[in-house]
């Protein structure tokens, strides 16, 4: 059934202020992708604090325009679309997607056709990139981990000086 006008603007209203309060958009087409498969990326998705919507390709231009985002035009993609907006992590919805996409089986169904981050267009193979990058968490380990490691060196070194005594200590008491 056609959407009237006034469902068409509280539609219009509410994908303005999701993309207002995402840091990232990520473009999914679709096809043949069934209520199971679509229910488990939502799970995911929510998980994370991202959100995916469904909306007509003139609706999502028009929100798009009204936050200034004119170079983009969702009629440029020839499948049915889904916007994922993230509201935390810029890249965790390309990771999940990603990450949902391993199955062979789900590959053809979903997949990636752009994004948007701080306001620049991605294409379809950046935002693949971005699906293979560490997480935050990950980054912020191996930061951790790179700044930890001059010190726990030096504890090491400190602490081989005393092993060293103490053994020099023990082999004498045996000798003895």
Do not use: C
Request: charged residues 30%; aromatic residues 8%; hydrophobic residues 40%.
């Amino acid at each position: 059934m056609p959407k009237n006008k006034i469902q068409k603007q509280e539609i219009l209203r509410n994908l303005s202020e999701k993309i207002k309060k995402s840091k990232s958009v990520i473009f999914a087409g679709f096809n043949a992708f069934g209520v199971k498969d679509n229910e488990n990326l939502r799970a995911k998705l929510i998980a994370g604090n991202n959100e995916y919507y469904v909306a007509k390709k003139t609706l999502m231009n028009l929100a798009f325009k009204d936050q200034n985002i004119e170079s983009l035009n969702t009629r440029d993609f020839d499948d049915k679309i889904a916007a994922i907006f993230s509201y935390e992590d810029e890249v965790a919805p390309a990771k999940i997607l990603g990450e949902f996409r391993k199955d062979k089986e789900k590959e053809a169904k979903i997949f990636f056709l752009g994004g948007i981050l701080e306001n620049k267009l991605l294409s379809k193979e950046q935002v693949e990139a971005l699906a293979k990058l560490p997480s935050k968490q990950e980054l912020y380990a191996k930061l951790v981990g790179s700044m930890n490691a001059p010190i726990s060196g030096f504890v090491n070194v400190l602490a081989g000086n005393l092993r060293n005594f103490v053994g020099v200590l023990k082999a004498i008491s045996e000798k003895k």
